[in-house]
């Protein structure tokens, strides 16, 4: 859960921004929405302290305002886009794949195959109790103890229902209309932001999760849109190993967004030290 507590001064905020690689961010805009979220400690990294810069989404123009964000490495969760701004940490690499020129592997090409019987529906953003249930079994057998656990119907209906953009649910589910797979997705003018996705854990066999970033990358196709934004990649944590697997994939740096055709452990080996921003 974001706790959000003002910056100091609306200078600081702009040199924190911008000091972050925010280059895509107009300046016309005012900066002072800003904030810097209440140190936590680093749900991914063992011994790091987790900092956000946070700004709450709203106005006419916040459609525009979000996508400005996203294409600056931001990430919405509610009516919140968050970005990380860990002292003395940048761990963090914002990721996005290019869709049009996704190509799967092998190994990809056999998990699509076994979810081929699986029927899909886009879905408005509004909390289902079967969804719901889903979401806790998810939780206790994948992330048993973590930040999420423990989130009521209320909570989880924060999270679904809390969008000032285009937001979708899509629901999986197999020939016998049993429910697999759900999840909560922004759609951009450019691509496609998986805010979240959680899965039957008993049907380990699918891989659903890769299968769902796989369906965002043949949905986004489909729809002409060039991206799909996989939010952060940690080179230390095993959880986000799997975003190794899509590729060609753009990550954000202080020059913007740039491509990269090899792994991004390779990526992140070839870089000298601090040159991929959180």
């Known amino acids: 859960m974001l706790k959000p507590e003002p910056v100091e001064t609306r200078e600081e905020a702009d040199v924190t921004v911008l000091r972050e690689g925010a280059s895509e961010l107009a300046l016309d805009h005012p900066l002072d929405f800003f904030y810097l979220a209440a140190p936590q400690p680093c749900p991914y990294l063992p011994n790091r302290t987790e900092r956000k810069i946070v700004a709450r989404l709203g106005g006419k123009d916040v459609e525009a305002r979000h996508e400005r964000l996203t294409r600056a490495g931001f990430r919405r969760t509610r009516d919140f886009v968050y970005r990380p701004a860990c002292p003395g940490c940048n761990a963090c690499v914002p990721v996005r794949v290019l869709a049009k020129e996704f190509r799967p592997s092998r190994s990809l090409r056999r998990i699509e195959r ?152 390779q990526v992140r080996a070839a870089e000298p030290e601090g040159a991929i921003p959180a």
């Open 114 to 265: 076994a979810n081929r019987d699986l029927s899909w529906n886009e879905l408005p953003p509004v909390a289902r109790y079967e969804h719901y249930s889903l979401f806790t079994r998810y939780l206790e057998a994948r992330h048993k103890g973590g930040e999420m656990t423990g989130m009521d119907f209320a909570d989880y209906g924060s999270m679904i229902e809390e969008t000032p953009i285009e937001t979708r649910v899509v629901e999986f589910r197999d020939p016998e209309a049993r429910l697999l797979a759900v999840c909560l997705t922004d759609f951009l003018s450019d691509g496609l932001s998986g805010i979240y996705k959680f899965f039957e854990p008993s049907e380990a066999k699918r891989s659903l999760g890769t299968f769902i970033i796989l369906w965002h990358i043949r949905r986004a196709r489909a729809l002409g849109l060039s991206y799909v934004y996989l939010g952060y990649w940690i080179a230390d944590c095993r959880k986000m190993a799997y975003k190794d697997r899509f590729r060609p994939f753009e990550t954000f740096g202080p020059e913007g967004w740039r491509r990269r055709d090899v792994t991004l452990r």
